[in-house]
């Protein structure tokens, strides 16, 4: 029998000494959020400032760490970020022209993994070894396996004060090329502060929620006052890209039992779970918890299998056509895709299922209408008008999904800002929309 703990001994290294290993083109790969190795990517920072070392690139979506390679522009040429998602750091650093991004629906990634990258490390946090000589990757499943099988090396980071995920990828110590030992607090979101506005809206979007419901929750105000409202419900469901606060707090309240699932019964389902450690308490060791891949959890072909699944998700604006953005503003980027499509076909096709998407009415202060007659210019449209179903805002619901033009025009300068309306309904009456 193998002797686990001799092999991890024999693993072990300090970060410095992982980064020696470095040498020009290399490619990392990393996963989401607090999943990502700390120690080990500012050690290789370090090293490639102080030599030669050229053309380094790491791949990570929605980062939990202000990373070199996006915070340090003077880098660029010798170590930059690849974003799949462009938030955090990433998100200035794309819009800087100094990272890169690509482009693409969250439960594609691990196919596009798997068919086009090569990676020399994959680099992750883990929970400690067990008996069996496993690492845990804890809060994240995502692209993870698709990103080891394609990888040369497998660094991991051990954090003691990961959870442990028993339902979700693991590692054996046998697979791994190197060890290192970081110990720290987990990273946090920052608490989300419910404002009326949310609160209507969630208040509004739960009405249409019955008992036995399958939800997914975005991240977000809108969302979480979503959750808040549902704590009155009965028998809910989750299968979530996302597991966020709102959740544990339904789990905890009983609203959340997962009885009157179709797949998974008895279980929550997420890809990744990143937010407070309360999150990170509830996950650790419970066995109705699964963590599984991307291309699993983001198909709408399994999402759908559960009736009367919700999914609720944000927007940063919609014209009257019902196009809905949720990734840039104008030409400037926010965000990604993530799975906001892939819910919204997912609860479409599920029996009794709705997809919202959700957003104050205006922005800055009220002056500008998140309604608009036409997107900015540059604008992405992440939800096409074909698959959009609810809009929601504080002044109401617009079904549009198998609605006409006119009457998607009609119901969304409804539930604009009363101050917009009119200002819409005359360029909607000269696009001759309102038949």
Request: net charge negative; charged share 20%; with cysteine.
């Amino acid at each position: 029998m193998a002797d686990h703990n001799a092999m991890y001994r024999e693993k072990l290294k300090t970060p410095e000494q992982v980064a020696q290993q470095v040498e020009s083109g290399w490619v990392f790969g990393m996963d989401a959020a607090p999943t990502q190795t700390e120690a080990i990517m500012k050690a290789v920072a370090e090293r490639i400032r102080a030599t030669d070392i050229r053309d380094v690139k790491v791949h990570t979506m929605l980062d939990a760490y202000p990373f070199d390679f996006y915070a340090d522009n003077s880098l660029f040429g010798k170590m930059s970020g690849v974003s799949w998602f462009s938030s955090g750091g990433a998100r200035k650093a794309v819009n800087g022209g100094y990272a890169d991004l690509v482009p693409g629906y969250y439960r594609d990634f691990p196919g596009v993994i798997r068919r086009m990258y090569d990676y020399d490390a994959y680099c992750v946090a883990v929970s400690p070894m067990d008996s069996h000589g496993y690492f845990s990757l804890a809060t994240t499943s995502s692209y993870s396996e698709a990103m080891i099988a394609k990888a040369k090396r497998i660094f991991v980071e051990v954090n003691e004060k990961q959870p442990r995920c028993l339902c979700g990828t693991q590692l054996h110590v046998s697979q791994v090329d190197a060890i290192v030992e970081n110990t720290h607090d987990m990273p946090v979101l920052p608490p989300v502060v419910i404002d009326e506005t949310s609160r209507i809206i969630g208040g509004l979007i739960a009405e249409q929620i019955p008992d036995g419901a399958c939800i997914q929750l975005g991240i977000g105000a809108i969302p979480d006052a979503t959750g808040m409202a549902l704590k009155t419900k009965h028998d809910l469901g989750i299968h979530t890209e996302m597991f966020t606060d709102s959740m544990v707090e339904l789990l905890e309240c009983g609203a959340v039992n997962n009885s009157k699932k179709q797949i998974h019964r008895g279980k929550t389902v997420t890809t990744f779970a990143y937010g407070s450690q309360r999150i990170y308490d509830y996950i650790d060791d419970n066995p109705a918890f699964e963590i599984l891949p991307v291309d699993y959890v983001n198909d709408p072909n399994v999402i759908c299998q559960n009736d009367n699944m919700i999914s609720i998700n944000a927007a940063l604006e919609v014209d009257l056509f019902g196009q809905v953005c949720a990734e840039s503003v104008g030409t400037k980027h926010m965000s990604g895709s993530g799975g906001q499509v892939d819910y919204v076909r997912g609860a479409c096709q599920s029996k009794g299922g709705k997809s919202f998407i959700a957003f104050a009415s205006t922005a800055k202060g009220g002056t500008i209408s998140k309604i608009k007659n036409t997107l900015a210019p540059g604008a992405i449209v992440t939800t096409s008008k074909n698959d959009v179903d609810y809009i929601v805002t504080e002044y109401g619901i617009a079904h549009l999904r198998g609605e006409t033009l006119s009457s998607r025009a009609r119901q969304l300068i409804a539930i604009a800002h009363p101050d917009f309306r009119d200002e819409l309904t005359f360029e909607a009456k000269k696009r001759g929309m309102l038949v």
